[in-house]
């Protein structure tokens, strides 16, 4: 008799324990699909892109069910009215952005030139890299768009080395809003060049190029303007896309720039703001 009390109170505790457990599943299943909006005005979109229609603002603390999700936009339903529709999660989920504002549903990729074994140009004693310099700046862009409430998507965050022909894939992937990519330029002749430059290939990047070219012109370096060049990371994809030249790395006045932090955070300064009316006018 006693061995079957505890049999059965064994068999009890294990049921138990298993219905416990399918509870918490089911309840974290749940409220993975539950979301409380932080911003105030979030845009909800009939279709998961910034450039679509507005169906209405979400106000701050609104209740949403998430009903399915396609490259971090959200289809959702608000718990109070029923109304459904796309929202950027990673503006209704940003915890610092008071108001969105149109650069906060844009999708921004940023690529460091070069990385690893492939260093790009160097200085004139060959002691300074161009993959240091642009991962420096690409970091401190980012930084910066991110006070947007911006997503900002890296093509490399370390020192490695990333092939040209997948620098385009994650503009084409999370159908990016613009891909930046940063280089500094080498003339091949010790202090004969200096100055920034900026390139474009498809027609669809123009409007972007002519934007930040414009912002740039508040560097301390001499703007020598933009031109359209077939360089392989601009011209194989669809989005639009630029590739800056920030200095010539071989120019001892321009180094002194480029390894400077001050100058770094002015780029991303002026890149954010030119990104900003770029948005704003398209």
Known sequence: MINWIQKNKIGLSTLGLIILTTFLLVLSLSQQNQLTTRPDAVPLRKSPSRTSK???????GTKLTVLKRQNGWWYVKDSKDDQEGWVAS????????????????????LDPGHGGSDTGAMSYNNKYYEKTYTLKTALATKKELEKTGARVLMTRTKDVVVPLLYIPRTAEKYQADAQISFHFDASGTHNSASGISQYYYNSNSLPLVQ????????????????????????????????????GFIDSDKDLTYIKSTSYQEKVAKDVTQGLKNYIQSN
């Not at 507005?54 to 701050?60: E, F, T, Y």
């Not at 503006?91 to 921004?108: G, H």
């Not at 414009?214 to 370096?221: C, R, V, Y």
């Not at 990371?233 to 896309?241: E, L, S, Y």
């Open 90 to 109: 990673w503006v209704a989920n940003n915890t610092f952005l008071k108001k969105p504002t149109a650069l906060s549903e844009a999708t921004i990729v």
């Open 211 to 246: 934007s930040l070219s414009k912002s740039l012109n508040n560097l301390p370096l001499e703007n020598r303007g933009y031109d359209s060049i077939p360089y392989l990371v601009i011209k194989d994809v669809t989005r639009p896309a630029v590739l800056l030249e920030m």
């Open 54 to 60: 507005q169906i209405l603002a979400l106000k701050s």
